[in-house]
């Protein structure tokens, strides 16, 4: 059973910053074969890409909307990946979902449960 646990979530004011860690566990969970992305999924929207990392932290992606504002990065030591959230948007507001993919076989995909982030005044 592979489980994926998000956390850091909460609230925070425009401008502010919060860092969200995901921690990926199963017997057995080989964290380095997976690739890590982060999701975010608005009321009413549908679920987009924010960030993504290859299993060996050799390839980042962004979504525009975040670009010079969150850093994905990951920890192979300690099964986690984390998203460093800066300058907050009320936009940004969102629940943060946790997604790990097998390197070479998309059929292993698995998803935390979500950690709600708001950003207001």
């Known amino acids: 059973q592979v489980r994926l646990v998000e956390s850091g979530g909460g609230l925070v004011q425009p401008g502010g910053s919060l860092r969200l860690s995901c921690l990926a566990s199963?017997?057995?969970?080989?964290?380095?074969?997976?690739?890590m992305k982060w999701y975010r999924q608005a009321p009413q929207k549908e679920r987009e890409l924010v960030a993504s990392?290859?299993?060996?932290?050799?390839?980042?992606n962004s979504a525009d909307s975040v670009k010079g504002r969150f850093t994905i990065s990951r920890d192979n030591a300690k099964n986690t990946v984390y998203l460093q959230m800066n300058s907050l948007k009320p936009e940004d507001t969102a629940v943060y979902y946790c997604?790990?993919?097998?390197?070479?076989?998309?059929?292993?995909?698995?998803w935390g449960q979500g950690t709600q982030v708001t950003v207001s005044s």
């Open positions: 997604n790990a993919e097998h390197y070479y076989n998309s059929r292993y995909n698995y």
């Open positions: 990392l290859s299993n060996i932290g050799a390839t980042t």
């Open positions: 199963g017997d057995p969970f080989p964290f380095i074969n997976y690739n």
